[in-house]
C-alpha cells in the first residue's frame, strides 16, 4: 500500500547477475550479504528468480521431518527466531561462518514479522540453501503463515519494499513457506521443531513425517487429529506442571514434562529443541534437562533487552552407544548492537530516528546489569587502595575508556560504541574528564509504581529498620546470650535468628546485604558478626542537620534525637497515627502550637525545654516556611535510618533489578501458575511461583516478604491477582 511504499522509499536497489547453469555459487552470496549490509534491496527480478529456485528445491521433498546426519568432527548450529532482524543473523553467521560440509545450519523458524528486514533475511537463508543444499535446513515457524504475516508486519513490508510486484513476490513466499518441514531429527537423537508437543497420544517420528504440510497451517476449531498435531508443532509451549491443557495464545497447548518424557522414550530420543519463546538469556532448560527453548533475535522487536542465543552440536564421534555419534552442545549468548547496525545501514532508518529506541534498551541494559557493574567499580576502587591503580586522583572515580571497559564486560555488548554514547549515558567531570561511578549508576534505576514505592516498600523494608531500632535493648540481650564464649561474636546464622526472634524476618541474602551496609568489607565479619560493634552503629540519625541549626541557635540538648526516640517510645511504628494523634483539630497539619503541646503533653519533655525552644524546633521542621508542619515534614524527619544508609532501599532495589532482569519469565511464569486459565492467581500460588523465581534470583525475598508483595496487588481483598496488577 502507499503508506508501505513511503516507509521504504528511501531505500537503494541493487542487482546481481542470476546464475546461468542452475548452481549458486558463493559469489552470489557475498554480493547479497554485503548489500544487504548497507541497507538495500534486491531487485524484484533476482526476488522472484531466488524464490522459484526455492520452490524447484523444495518439490523433492515429501516428508515432513527432516532427517539430518552431522559428520563426525562437523558441527551444527541451531538458530531459533530471528524475525527480520538482520543484525542476529550477521552475528551468527560473523562468528560461525558460512553453511559448508563441516558447519551445518538449522533454523527453527519465524524468519519473517516484527522485525524490518524480514524479507532480506529470508533470502539470504533461501540464497545459503541454493548454494549448499545439504548443509542448511529451515523448520516452519507459526510466522511462516500467510494470516500471521498480513496480521504483522512482512506482508506490508514486501509490497512496501517492492510496490510494483509486490504482491507477486508475496504470494512466491507462500508457495516457499508452504513447503518448508515442520520438524527435524539430528543424529537419530534430537527432536527440533519450532513450537513444541502435543495434545494426542502416542505421536510417533512416522507419524509426523507423513503429516500433509504443502499448505496453510489449519485454522479454527480442528477435529482432524492430522491438523491438530500440525497446528501444536507450530504453536505449543511447555510448562512445570505434568499433563497438558488449552494454551492462553488461541492456538496449540501447553505440555507437562511428563509429555516430554513419554514422547522421547517412545521414539527413542534424547532430547527436544523448540523456540517460539522470548528468553532474557536467549535460552532456557527445562523438564528435567530434556527440552531446551532457543531465541536469536536479541533485544527483540527493539524494546526488550533479552539476549539472543545458539546451539552448537558438535559430532566428536567414537561412541559406540549412539551409532557413532558423540554430540556435545554448547550454548551461545549474544546481544547484536542497534547502534553499530544502524550505522551500516541495517534497519533501514537514519541514525537519528534510530537514536531515541537505542539509547533507552541500553538504560535498560544497564539497570539490569548494576549489581554486576558496581561490583566491578569496586574492585577498581580497591585496587587504587591497594595502590595498584593510579588512572585517578581518588575513589569513585574512573576513566572513560575504564567506564567503557566496565560496561562491554557486564552488559555482554562488546560491539557497543559506549564512549560514542557517554553523552546519552553519563555526566563526564569537567575538571579532569573522569567519571563518577555512584553518581553514573545512580542516574540509571527501574521506577517503582506509585502503589509499590507507597506500599510494599514501607510495609516491608522500612518496617525492618525500625523493629530493630525499637527493640535495639532486647536485641543487645539476645546477642548476649547467644555469645557462650562471651568473646563479643556471634555466628552469620544466630545473627539471623537473633533478630528473627524480634519479628524482623530477613533471609541469609538480606542479613549479609544489612551487614555490608552497616559493617562494610565482608571480610570483616567472616569468623562470625562482633554485635557490640553493629549495636552501636545502629542507631537513630536523623535530624542531623537540623540539630546543628538548634546547637547555633544556642539550644543544648539532643532536641530532634531526644524528640524522635520519644515519638518510637509513643508509637513509632506508625508515623501517620502519631501526626494524627499531635493534630487536634484534625486540618491535616501541625501548625507550631499543636506540635510544641504535644511534646509537652505527650511526650512529656515539657522540663527539658522551654516552649520557645521548642517553637524554635518546630520552625525548623517547617521546611517550606509555610507557618506549619506537613506529614511530610514530620515523617522525612523522623523516619529511622542506620548510618544515614538506607539499606532497606538498597535491598529493595535489588530485588526489583533481579525482578527486570526475569520479567520474561515472570509472565511465563504467571501463565503456568494460572491453572483454569482465568487470569488469576491465588495467594499460595503466587508464592510457590515466586519461590520458584527466588531460586533464579539467589534467595533475595522471604516468605512473608512474599505474602506481603501479594497483598499490596490485591487491591480488592478477594484473595487473587491478576497479571496486569
Not at 494454551?247 to 522421547?264: C, H, M, Q, W, Y
Not at 566496565?406 to 555488548?413: E, S, Y
Not at 549495636?535 to 524528640?563: A, H, R
Given at each position: 500500500d502507499s503508506s508501505s511504499s513511503k516507509k521504504y522509499k528511501s531505500f537503494i536497489s541493487f542487482d546481481v547477475p542470476i546464475p546461468t547453469n542452475g548452481e549458486v555459487p558463493q559469489s552470489f552470496v557475498d554480493t547479497l550479504l554485503a548489500h544487504f549490509k548497507k541497507g538495500e534491496i534486491l531487485t524484484s527480478k533476482v526476488t522472484k528468480y531466488i524464490l522459484r529456485e526455492m520452490l524447484a528445491l523444495c518439490a523433492k521433498n515429501e516428508s515432513a521431518v527432516t532427517d539430518i546426519s552431522i559428520p563426525v568432527n562437523s558441527t551444527l548450529v541451531v538458530?531459533?527466531?530471528?524475525?527480520?532482524?538482520?543484525?542476529?543473523?550477521?552475528?551468527?553467521?560473523?562468528?560461525?561462518?558460512?553453511?559448508?560440509?563441516?558447519?551445518?545450519?538449522?533454523?527453527?523458524?519465524?524468519?519473517?514479522?516484527?522485525?524490518?528486514?524480514?524479507?532480506?533475511?529470508?533470502?539470504?537463508?533461501?540464497?545459503?540453501?541454493?548454494?549448499?543444499?545439504?548443509?542448511?535446513?529451515?523448520?516452519?515457524g507459526n510466522h511462516e503463515c500467510a494470516s500471521m504475516n498480513e496480521k504483522y508486519s512482512f506482508k506490508s513490508e514486501v509490497i512496501g519494499k517492492h510496490p510494483t510486484s509486490g504482491q507477486k513476490i508475496y504470494d512466491l513466499f507462500q508457495e516457499v513457506f508452504c513447503q518448508i518441514p515442520l520438524a527435524a531429527v539430528v543424529s537419530d537423537k534430537i527432536f527440533v521443531t519450532h513450537g513444541g508437543l502435543f495434545s494426542q497420544p502416542d505421536v510417533t517420528l512416522k507419524e509426523l513425517a507423513g503429516i500433509n504440510f504443502k499448505r496453510q497451517p489449519p485454522k479454527g476449531e480442528l477435529t482432524e487429529r492430522e491438523d491438530i498435531i500440525f497446528k501444536e508443532l507450530l504453536w505449543s509451549d511447555?510448562?512445570?506442571?505434568?499433563?497438558?491443557?488449552?494454551?492462553?495464545?488461541?492456538?496449540?497447548?501447553?505440555?507437562?514434562?511428563?509429555?516430554?518424557?513419554?514422547?522421547?522414550?517412545?521414539?527413542?530420543?534424547?532430547?527436544?529443541?523448540?523456540?517460539?519463546?522470548?528468553?532474557?538469556?536467549?535460552?532456557?532448560?527445562?523438564?528435567?534437562?530434556?527440552?531446551?527453548?532457543?531465541?536469536?533475535?536479541?533485544?527483540?522487536?527493539?524494546?526488550?533487552?533479552?539476549?539472543?542465543?545458539?546451539?552448537?552440536?558438535?559430532?566428536?564421534?567414537?561412541?559406540?552407544?549412539?551409532?557413532?555419534?558423540?554430540?556435545?552442545?554448547?550454548?551461545?549468548?549474544?546481544?547484536?548492537?542497534?547502534?553499530?547496525?544502524?550505522?551500516?545501514?541495517?534497519?533501514?532508518?537514519?541514525?537519528?530516528?534510530?537514536?531515541?529506541?537505542?539509547?533507552?534498551?541500553?538504560?535498560?541494559?544497564?539497570?539490569?546489569?548494576?549489581?554486576?557493574?558496581?561490583?566491578?567499580?569496586?574492585?577498581?576502587?580497591?585496587?587504587?587502595?591497594?595502590?595498584?591503580?593510579?588512572?585517578?586522583?581518588?575513589?569513585?572515580?574512573?576513566?572513560?575508556?575504564?567506564?567503557?571497559?566496565?560496561?562491554?564486560?557486564?552488559?555482554?555488548?562488546?560491539?557497543?560504541?559506549?564512549?560514542?554514547?557517554?553523552?546519552?549515558?553519563?555526566?563526564i567531570r569537567p575538571q579532569d574528564n573522569l567519571?563518577?561511578?555512584?553518581?553514573?549508576?545512580?542516574?540509571?534505576?527501574?521506577?517503582?509504581?506509585?502503589?509499590?514505592?507507597?506500599?510494599?516498600?514501607?510495609?516491608?523494608?522500612?518496617?525492618?529498620?525500625?523493629?530493630?531500632?525499637?527493640?535495639?535493648?532486647?536485641?543487645?540481650?539476645?546477642?548476649?546470650?547467644?555469645?557462650?564464649?562471651?568473646?563479643?561474636?556471634?555466628?552469620?546464622?544466630?545473627?539471623?535468628?537473633?533478630?528473627?526472634?524480634?519479628?524482623?524476618?530477613?533471609?541469609?541474602?538480606?542479613?549479609?546485604?544489612?551487614?555490608?551496609?552497616?559493617?562494610?568489607?565482608?571480610?570483616?565479619?567472616?569468623?562470625?558478626?562482633?554485635?557490640?560493634?553493629?549495636?552501636?552503629?545502629?542507631?537513630?540519625?536523623?535530624?542531623?542537620?537540623?540539630?546543628?541549626?538548634?546547637?547555633?541557635?544556642?539550644?543544648?540538648?539532643?532536641?530532634?534525637?531526644?524528640?524522635?526516640?520519644?515519638?518510637?517510645s509513643l508509637r513509632g511504628d506508625n508515623l501517620k497515627e502519631v501526626f494524627a494523634e499531635f493534630d487536634l483539630n484534625h486540618d491535616g497539619i501541625l501548625s507550631f502550637e499543636e506540635f510544641v503541646t504535644a511534646v509537652e503533653k505527650k511526650l512529656n519533655l515539657g522540663n527539658e525545654y522551654t516552649r520557645e525552644e521548642l517553637m524554635e524546633i518546630a520552625k525548623i521542621l517547617d521546611h517550606t516556611n509555610c507557618g506549619s508542619i506537613s506529614l511530610s515534614d514530620f515523617k522525612k524527619e523522623f523516619s529511622v535510618e542506620a548510618l544515614d544508609v538506607q539499606w532497606e532501599k538498597g535491598m529493595v532495589s535489588v530485588i526489583v533489578e533481579e525482578f527486570m532482569r526475569n520479567k520474561y519469565g515472570m509472565v511465563k511464569a504467571f501463565e503456568m501458575w494460572d491453572e483454569n486459565g482465568d487470569g488469576e492467581i491465588s495467594r499460595e500460588e503466587f508464592r510457590k511461583g515466586l519461590e520458584m523465581l527466588d531460586e533464579m534470583m539467589f534467595h533475595q525475598m522471604s516468605v512473608e516478604q512474599m505474602d506481603q508483595l501479594f497483598d499490596v496487588f490485591d487491591k480488592d481483598k478477594s484473595g487473587r491477582i491478576d497479571k496486569d496488577e
Open positions: 538458530v531459533g527466531d530471528t524475525h527480520g532482524q538482520l543484525p542476529d543473523f550477521f552475528t551468527i553467521i560473523n562468528a560461525n561462518g558460512l553453511p559448508s560440509e563441516s558447519t551445518l545450519y538449522l533454523f527453527n523458524g519465524d524468519f519473517v514479522d516484527r522485525g524490518t528486514h524480514g524479507l532480506e533475511l529470508s533470502l539470504i537463508l533461501f540464497a545459503l540453501k541454493l548454494y549448499k543444499p545439504n548443509s542448511i535446513f529451515f523448520n516452519r511447555p510448562q512445570g506442571l505434568p499433563g497438558f491443557k488449552q494454551s492462553n495464545r488461541g492456538a496449540g497447548t501447553v505440555f507437562g514434562p511428563d509429555i516430554t518424557t513419554k514422547f522421547l522414550h517412545d521414539n527413542k530420543l534424547d532430547l527436544i529443541i523448540r523456540s517460539h519463546e522470548v528468553q532474557p538469556n536467549g535460552f532456557s532448560v527445562v523438564h528435567n534437562n530434556k527440552l531446551i527453548t532457543l531465541f536469536s533475535a536479541s533485544n527483540y522487536c527493539g524494546k526488550q533487552t533479552n539476549l539472543g542465543a545458539w546451539i552448537t552440536i558438535k559430532n566428536e564421534g567414537n561412541s559406540s552407544n549412539n551409532n557413532g555419534s558423540n554430540l556435545v552442545q554448547t550454548f551461545h549468548k549474544f546481544s547484536a548492537d542497534p547502534v553499530y547496525s544502524a550505522t551500516l545501514g541495517i534497519g533501514g532508518y537514519k541514525h537519528d530516528e534510530m537514536k531515541k529506541d537505542t539509547i533507552e534498551r541500553l538504560r535498560a541494559k544497564i539497570v539490569s546489569c548494576k549489581s554486576t557493574l558496581r561490583k566491578y567499580f569496586k574492585a577498581l576502587d580497591l585496587e587504587y587502595t591497594n595502590n595498584t591503580r593510579t588512572t585517578v586522583p581518588k575513589k569513585g572515580l574512573v576513566t572513560i575508556l575504564e567506564w567503557q571497559q566496565a560496561l562491554q564486560t557486564c552488559t555482554h555488548l562488546p560491539l557497543v560504541p559506549w564512549c560514542t554514547l557517554r553523552n546519552y549515558l553519563v555526566e567519571i563518577d561511578w555512584t553518581e553514573f549508576l545512580g542516574r540509571h534505576q527501574v521506577f517503582l509504581s506509585k502503589i509499590l514505592e507507597e506500599s510494599w516498600e514501607d510495609l516491608w523494608m522500612h518496617s525492618v529498620t525500625e523493629l530493630m531500632f525499637k527493640q535495639k535493648d532486647s536485641l543487645a540481650d539476645i546477642f548476649s546470650e547467644m555469645d557462650q564464649d562471651k568473646n563479643g561474636v556471634v555466628e552469620i546464622g544466630e545473627f539471623q535468628a537473633a533478630i528473627g526472634k524480634l519479628g524482623v524476618e530477613l533471609n541469609k541474602t538480606q542479613v549479609e546485604q544489612l551487614l555490608n551496609k552497616i559493617i562494610g568489607d565482608p571480610k570483616r565479619y567472616e569468623g562470625g558478626v562482633r554485635y557490640k560493634t553493629f549495636m552501636q552503629k545502629f542507631q537513630m540519625t536523623w535530624g542531623k542537620l537540623l540539630q546543628e541549626e538548634l546547637e547555633k541557635k544556642g539550644i543544648v540538648g539532643n532536641g530532634i534525637l531526644e524528640i524522635g526516640e520519644a515519638i518510637y
